[in-house]
T-cell receptor, first 113, second 114 residues
Framework: GDSVTQMEGPVTLSEEAFLTINCTYT??????LFWYVQYPGEGLQLLLK?????DKGSNKGFEATYRKETTSFHLEKGSVQVSDSAVYFC????????????FGSGTRLSIRP | DTAVSQTPKYLVTQMGNDKSIKCEQN?????MYWYKQDSKKFLKIMFS???????INETVPNRFSPKSPDKAHLNLHINSLELGDSAVYFC?????????????FGPGTRLTVL
């Protein structure tokens, strides 16, 4: 079945450091790919998305490119801030009527001032 | 103007009790979901309803029963609560046939079973 694998955390960085969180997927079709973010004590929010190969999703300085050849959707940010501390989930959705999303296990990111 | 709301935010109860969690969305979406997030933050889908009809029912104990009185509401009733039911439960919604499959999440209900 479809699955998402992302790097295990926690990831701890200093402010202004470069961030990469790796994500790879397995899917039978052509899924949409997402990064969701969960800030402490809150629900998940969509951070960015890409719906087809070579699309780049971007938001709040974060970027991820849909790489079909490597089945990857790595999350990057050039300069992280303390406010980026959260749990990040990579996810995919097959375009079926059920609109089921499959989430990765989440990566906790902590940014030191 | 909350999009997806859940009540209560916190729920502490004894083993063996029956409890309900309510979810409402004002986005006009046709599809709603319940997810369970464990202590390690792993998210697992439990149920999905489309226009009040059950469309996803993952392997969940039958002590859990979703109820959708209308397409804007999806409630979760849990009978005979067990310690292992302690988790954060998230409601979500999405428009039917959304080409991208994006879902909108509520703030979560933290259930603690003592």
């Amino acid at each position: 079945g479809d699955s998402v694998t992302q790097m295990e955390g926690p990831v701890t960085l200093s402010e202004e450091a470069f961030l990469t969180i790796n994500c790879t997927y397995t899917a039978t079709g052509y899924p949409s790919l997402f990064w969701y973010v969960q800030y402490p004590g809150e629900g998940l929010q969509l951070l960015l998305k890409a719906t087809k190969a070579d699309d780049k999703g971007s938001n709040k300085g974060f970027e991820a490119t849909y790489r079909k050849e490597t089945t990857s959707f790595h999350l990057e940010k050039g300069s992280v801030q303390v406010s980026d501390s959260a749990v990040y989930f990579c996810a995919l959705s097959e375009r079926s009527s059920a609109s089921k999303i499959i989430f990765g296990s989440g990566t906790r990111l902590s940014i030191r001032p | 103007d909350t999009a997806v709301s859940q009540t209560p935010k916190y729920l502490v109860t004894q083993m063996g009790n029956d409890k309900s969690i309510k979810c409402e969305q004002n986005l006009g979406h046709d599809t709603m979901y319940w997810y369970k997030q464990d202590s390690k933050k792993f998210l697992k889908i439990m149920f999905s309803y489309n226009n009040k009809e059950l469309i996803i029912n993952e392997t969940v104990p039958n002590r859990f029963s979703p109820k959708s009185p209308d397409k804007a509401h999806l409630n979760l009733h849990i009978n005979s609560l067990e310690l292992g039911d302690s988790a954060v439960y998230f409601c979500a919604s999405s428009p039917t046939g959304a080409p991208t499959g994006e879902q909108f999440f509520g703030p979560g209900t933290r259930l603690t079973v003592l």
